[in-house]
C-alpha cells in the first residue's frame, strides 16, 4: 500500500540556520503531497500541499518540490525561527483520498 | 468562522469502559474524519464520514465506531477500553472528502485509559 517515510528527528538547529527534512513516498498514481505542522499542545495545521509533479507548494518561508522523479517532496526554510519548533509530518492523499502520514519529525531551534 | 472544536479535551477512562467523543465540524463542512496519534504508531486513519454515512475505514478493531449527524456533528465511541486505546483523538472536517480539500484539524481528546 501507499507509504509516507520521512527523515527521524529530532532535529535541533540553531536560529537562522537552513532547514531540510526529508520526504518520501510510495504511491500508486498521482497522490496529492501535504506538510502539516503541530505544535505542542495543538491539532495539526496545514503548512503546504502541492497537487501535481513539479509544484511548489509554499507559506510562512517553507517551501517544498513534488518530485515525481525521486518521489520525494522534501520540506526546506532558508532561515529558521524558535517559533517554528514543532513536529512536521508528511503525508499524501491516496486513491480513496485519505490521508496517510509519514512519522513525524520533531523539531528544535535553539536561540 | 470557527474552527473545528472536540469535547472534552481531556478525558481519563477505566479498562473496560466505553467512552463517546464529540467533533463539530466547520460550518459547512460535511466531511468529518477520525485520527489516531500515539507515540509508537504515529498518526493513524479511523474512518471518514461524509453526509451521515461512512465512507471510509481504517484499520481499527470494531470496538472503534462512529456516527454522523444530520448537522455533520460526529461522534465516535471506544468500547471496551483497552490501555493500548490511550491517544491523542483528532478529527478533521473539510468541504467534501475527495479530491484535494484541505481537512481543518481540531485539538484533539487526549484519552487516557488506566
Known amino acids: 500500500g501507499d507509504s509516507v517515510t520521512q527523515m527521524e528527528g529530532p532535529v535541533t538547529l540553531s536560529e537562522e540556520a537552513f532547514l531540510t527534512i526529508n520526504c518520501t513516498y510510495t504511491a500508486t498514481g498521482y497522490p496529492s503531497l501535504f506538510w502539516y505542522v503541530q505544535y505542542p499542545g495543538e491539532g495539526l495545521q496545514l503548512l503546504l500541499k502541492?497537487?501535481?509533479a513539479d509544484d511548489k507548494g509554499s507559506n510562512k518561508g517553507f517551501e517544498a518540490t513534488y518530485r515525481k522523479e525521486t518521489t520525494s517532496f522534501h520540506l526546506e526554510k532558508g532561515s529558521v525561527q524558535v517559533s517554528d519548533s514543532a513536529v512536521y509530518f508528511c503525508?499524501?492523499?491516496?486513491?480513496?483520498?485519505?490521508?496517510?502520514w509519514g512519522a513525524g519529525t520533531k523539531l528544535i531551534i535553539k536561540p | 468562522k470557527a474552527g473545528v472544536t472536540q469535547t472534552p479535551r481531556y478525558l481519563i477512562k477505566t479498562r473496560g469502559q466505553q467512552v463517546t467523543l464529540s467533533c463539530s465540524p466547520i460550518s459547512g463542512h460535511r466531511s468529518v474524519s477520525w485520527y489516531q496519534q500515539t507515540p509508537g504508531q504515529g498518526l493513524q486513519f479511523l474512518f471518514e464520514?461524509?453526509?451521515?454515512?461512512?465512507?471510509n475505514k481504517g484499520n481499527f478493531p470494531g470496538r472503534f465506531s462512529g456516527r454522523q449527524f444530520s448537522n455533520s456533528r460526529s461522534e465516535m465511541n471506544v468500547s471496551t477500553l483497552e490501555l493500548g486505546d490511550s491517544a491523542l483523538y483528532l478529527c478533521a472536517s473539510s468541504l467534501e472528502g475527495t479530491g484535494v480539500y484541505e481537512q481543518y484539524f481540531g485539538p484533539g481528546t487526549r484519552l487516557t485509559v488506566t
Open positions: 503525508a499524501l492523499k491516496d486513491s480513496n483520498y485519505q490521508l496517510i
Open positions: 502541492a497537487t501535481k
Open positions: 464520514y461524509f453526509s451521515e454515512t461512512q465512507r
